[in-house]
């Protein structure tokens, strides 16, 4: 059985994390940003970060770039369970700092106060009567968005352009860019790991990936988020009102553009079918030791652990671990076939699927 075979049977037994509905995948701990660089002119104007805000239309970026396949996101957090607390205790700031409006006309107002103009083209001039231009940098992971942003910031009279460079991540790390989309390696319990993303110091971690990519710098927000890293993570008060005030601070500056959720998922064919965008994702096994499949308990597991050396064909900790069973791999992927195959496990991915999958997909969710 190739992948191609597992692929195709899998579609006619298995749906995805949301069933039918979007985002389809499961909501990553990588939430994703526009971001520029702070410690440049013009970007380090909070006034134009919003304005390029107020430029974005999030939900077209899911609608267009995602297929639906995501979803908008207020803060630079995943909406995980452990996490509602923090996104219901900034509510009110939240529609005060609207970090998704799509308004044009307030970002023209931001710019022109600013004393940038237009020119005949429609495209903004600074207030030395140079013209304003933001190169977007990223990766394959942003191909699809890439192109979307661009054409929303020129639509808005920011002239843009959208590359993946073999250098990005070097240069992203470092601070050699402009504009670039990237992600939020931050909190998935307690708010302490993105606070630390916009610490002045975390940008001097060399190679860091959970690290200050915004170049944004507070000394006030850095005390808070000093605090927070040594609050105990069971003091949820405490960690809210350190979470508010950081708040108070961070969501008036905008250190980087929000844009939405990342969604590890199916994707559309050239048909409009959803299919599986890789089997490494959501695939449900049976490892042996215990049955991974896609319950309502088990799709609040995140597969893509870095312990899982191949996605999907090596359980990770977080599963296996309740019965008392190292991750076991049971299969690589190589050459276009599947590889190093436990005996029987090829025909267990089928078995398996017949016997168990037909309920979760009949499943209803709570």
Avoid at 226 to 251: C, F, N
Wanted: some cysteine.
């Amino acid at each position: 059985m190739n992948k191609q075979q597992v692929l195709t049977f899998c579609q006619g037994w298995l749906k995805s994390w949301t069933g039918n509905k979007p985002p389809y995948g499961y909501v990553d701990w990588w939430p994703h940003s526009m971001y520029v660089n702070c410690e440049k002119a013009p970007w380090s104007d909070k006034n134009v970060r919003w304005a390029l805000s107020s430029y974005i239309d999030r939900q077209k970026i899911v609608d267009v770039a995602w297929s639906g396949a995501s979803k908008v996101t207020p803060l630079p957090l995943p909406d995980y369970l452990p996490l509602k607390p923090y996104f219901a205790a900034v509510a009110d700031l939240l529609k005060k700092y609207d970090t998704l409006e799509y308004n044009p006309a307030k970002g023209d107002a931001l710019l022109t106060a600013k004393g940038w103009k237009k020119n005949a083209a429609g495209m903004w001039m600074d207030e030395k009567g140079q013209p304003v231009k933001l190169d977007l940098q990223s990766f394959f992971d942003f191909t699809s968005v890439g192109p979307v942003v661009v054409e929303m910031l020129k639509r808005g009279g920011i002239d843009s352009s959208y590359s993946e460079p073999p250098s990005f991540f070097d240069d992203f790390s470092v601070g050699k860019f402009n504009g670039a989309l990237f992600g939020h390696g931050g909190s998935c319990r307690e708010p302490q790991e993105t606070l630390a993303l916009y610490q002045s110091i975390s940008e001097a971690i060399p190679g860091g990936h959970a690290v200050n990519f915004s170049r944004w710098k507070n000394p006030e927000f850095d005390k808070l988020a000093d605090a927070a890293i040594v609050t105990a993570p069971t003091d949820t008060k405490k960690l809210i009102d350190i979470w508010v005030k950081a708040m108070e601070i961070w969501l008036p500056e905008l250190p980087d553009i929000l844009e939405q959720t990342y969604a590890p998922r199916y994707k559309r064919d050239q048909t409009g079918t959803m299919v599986l965008d890789a089997i490494d994702l959501v695939t449900p096994w049976d490892c042996g030791y215990c049955d991974y499949h896609l319950t309502k308990k088990e799709r609040r597991i995140n597969p893509a652990s870095g312990r899982m050396k191949i996605y999907g064909w090596t359980q990770p900790d977080s599963v296996c671990k309740p019965h008392n069973a190292p991750p076991v791999q049971v299969a690589s992927w190589s050459g276009g076939k599947l590889q190093n195959v436990r005996p029987g496990h090829e025909d267990a991915i089928v078995e398996w699927m017949k016997t168990k999958v037909t309920s979760y997909v009949e499943e209803e969710e709570e």
